[in-house]
């Protein structure tokens, strides 16, 4: 039987490279804590169309490589939506982030891709810290407290009408 899922804790935890994690539209709902989903040294893996909430974080990447995040609705977590770790070449594409701490957070990941996104109503956007080499096109950041942390030294790529390394 499919249908919704509750987790108490963390959720799913993805242990396989060359994985298609498609949820079909279903909610993948926390109470607070744990992760959402979570994949640690990944490759070729890709999360789409699920909702993902109430977590601490929705979805957690670390040390992982060439994954697709995407089409996902991911809010209400208490800390970050995406959360990148020494993780490289992942696209997260047309994902709608909403209503979490901060949307997106790449700290010390390269060679990411940030596009099409709806990255509203979150205290932070988008956060990059030690990372660059990322594209970030055609989001749509909209109320959140603060738009995008970008620092100045990194040499990311950004269209989406604010200064690259600004707000």
Not at 59 to 78: G, H, K, P, W
Not at 131 to 139: A, L, Q, V
């Amino acid at each position: 039987m499919a249908g919704d899922i509750i987790s108490g804790a963390y959720g799913i935890v993805v242990e396989r490279d060359n994985i298609i994690l498609n949820g079909v539209g279903y909610t993948f709902q926390g109470t607070g804590s744990g992760t959402g989903i979570s994949l640690a040294g990944r490759t070729n893996a890709t999360v789409q169309d699920t909702t993902i909430k109430a977590f601490n974080d929705g979805i957690v990447l670390y040390s992982s490589s060439n994954n697709s995040i995407a089409e996902n609705s991911i809010t209400a977590n208490n800390q970050y939506g995406v959360y990148l770790y020494y993780s490289s070449n992942t696209s997260n594409i047309g994902d709608n982030i909403t209503n979490n701490m901060y949307g997106i957070h790449l700290d010390y990941s390269s060679n990411n891709n940030i596009a099409g996104n709806n990255i509203t109503n979150n205290g932070g956007g988008l956060l990059l810290e030690s990372s660059s080499s990322n594209s970030i096109y055609y989001n749509n950041f909209e109320n959140n407290t603060v738009q995008a942390i970008i620092p100045m030294t990194a040499s990311n790529t950004w269209d989406n009408g604010y200064p690259s390394g600004g707000n």
